[in-house]
């Protein structure tokens, strides 16, 4: 009878011990992962986001958590992108230009007319391109996790619509402080006018300058249709954002997490693509409901002038060999 009591106690010792690992397995917290952007909720990139975070979620059971922080919550591009080195940020997203300090193949989306369309763009990017800048961005520190489409950025201006390089000639087209972009617009034609992104409604306004450039959905969430008439599918620049993942946090997560995490990305990745061709269609038709002109044109001639650009800029964003392999998708 004695020993009996004790192989019930035993045995009532194991099993409490047991459930309260069991519990304890079970109420473990999840691992945060921070995802900082600079958009609001109002963009496509934030339902993006969002989305992977869903995607993550599911793939992980719940292991990992995923949470979004918009509108720079976290800080600006550069502070995030360092905070990601550092890991005080997991994760964030940044435009080509921004990664090109970081990796300076990234520089190849400043050239004009270096893709024509998406499906060049999406070809080098699941491509031997993409793999190529994956690559170096590892060695950089960071981790791909998706490259987003952005659009193209056209010429709007308020005097006439641009059929031809003709049509750009005397025009004030405001542009970034950017070396390549402002060569590009003076090459076609127009004058290049460097001047801050905050300062270009009132410019506008003021006939500081005639026109921009500005993917569609950039051009109506700031209005500029208020002060621009015209908007003209020139497609020069091609924009591209890139979510990136520290990957000193990266490389702590278990095997089977990491698998979850990257092809949460690439469903992401396929998702943000659909999702912003969809809204930049419906930009469109709301640019034209508000009165804008919008054109389409003839971009050879366009891509012949710049030529010379591409020629001169081989060494600033990778070599001879790099622009090879993206002009190969052309």
């Known amino acids: 009878m004695k020993r009996y009591r004790v192989c019930a106690?035993?045995?009532?010792?194991?099993?409490?011990?047991?459930?309260?690992?069991?519990?304890?397995?079970?109420?473990?917290?999840?691992?945060?992962?921070?995802?900082?952007?600079?958009?609001?909720?109002?963009?496509?990139?934030?339902?993006?986001?969002?989305?992977?975070?869903?995607?993550?979620?599911?793939?992980?059971?719940?292991?990992?958590?995923?949470?979004?922080?918009?509108?720079?919550?976290?800080?600006?591009?550069?502070?995030?992108?360092?905070?990601?080195?550092?890991?005080?940020?997991?994760?964030?997203?940044?435009?080509a230009g921004s990664l090109s300090s970081f990796v300076p193949e990234f520089s190849v989306f400043s050239l004009p007319y270096i893709f024509t369309d998406?499906?060049?763009?999406?070809?080098?990017?699941?491509?031997?391109?993409?793999?190529?800048?994956?690559?170096?961005?590892?060695?950089?520190?960071?981790?791909?996790?998706?490259?987003?489409?952005?659009?193209?950025?056209?010429?709007?201006?308020?005097?006439?619509?641009?059929?031809?390089?003709?049509?750009?000639?005397?025009?004030?087209?405001?542009?970034?402080?950017?070396?390549?972009?402002?060569?590009?617009i003076n090459t076609l034609s127009a004058l290049a006018t460097p001047l801050a992104y905050g300062e270009l409604y009132t410019a506008l306004q003021q006939g500081v300058v005639d026109g921009a450039e500005q993917p569609p959905v950039a051009l109506y969430s700031m209005k500029f249709y208020e002060v621009a008439k015209y908007f003209s599918f020139t497609n020069h620049f091609y924009d591209l954002n890139v979510v990136v993942m520290g990957k000193m946090f990266f490389d702590k997560l278990t095997p089977e997490q990491q698998q979850a995490v990257l092809e949460a990305g690439q469903?992401?990745?396929?998702?943000?693509?659909?999702?912003?061709?969809?809204?930049?269609?419906?930009?469109?038709?709301?640019?034209?409901?508000?009165?804008?002109?919008?054109?389409?044109?003839?971009?050879?001639?366009?891509?012949k002038a710049v030529e010379a650009i591409l020629d001169q800029n081989k060494d600033k964003v990778g070599g001879s060999d790099f622009i090879e392999t993206v002009l190969s998708y052309r």
């Open 9 to 95: 106690w035993l045995l009532g010792v194991l099993c409490v011990s047991y459930c309260i690992l069991s519990g304890f397995q079970i109420a473990a917290a999840p691992i945060i992962m921070k995802f900082s952007d600079q958009v609001s909720e109002d963009n496509p990139h934030y339902a993006a986001n969002v989305y992977f975070a869903e995607r993550v979620a599911e793939k992980t059971n719940g292991a990992i958590e995923v949470k979004v922080f918009p509108s720079s919550q976290l800080g600006d591009v550069r502070e995030t992108l360092e905070g990601a080195l550092i890991g005080t940020v997991e994760m964030t997203k940044a435009a």
């Open 118 to 184: 998406r499906e060049q763009v999406f070809a080098a990017l699941d491509g031997k391109v993409g793999e190529i800048l994956a690559e170096k961005l590892e060695q950089s520190g960071f981790k791909l996790i998706a490259y987003y489409d952005t659009g193209f950025r056209s010429i709007f201006n308020q005097k006439r619509p641009i059929n031809s390089i003709e049509d750009m000639k005397g025009l004030k087209i405001r542009v970034m402080n950017d070396p390549i972009m402002i060569d590009t």
């Open 267 to 303: 469903e992401t990745q396929a998702y943000e693509r659909k999702l912003w061709k969809e809204y930049e269609d419906g930009i469109i038709d709301k640019l034209k409901a508000e009165g804008m002109e919008v054109n389409t044109l003839d971009l050879a001639p366009f891509q």
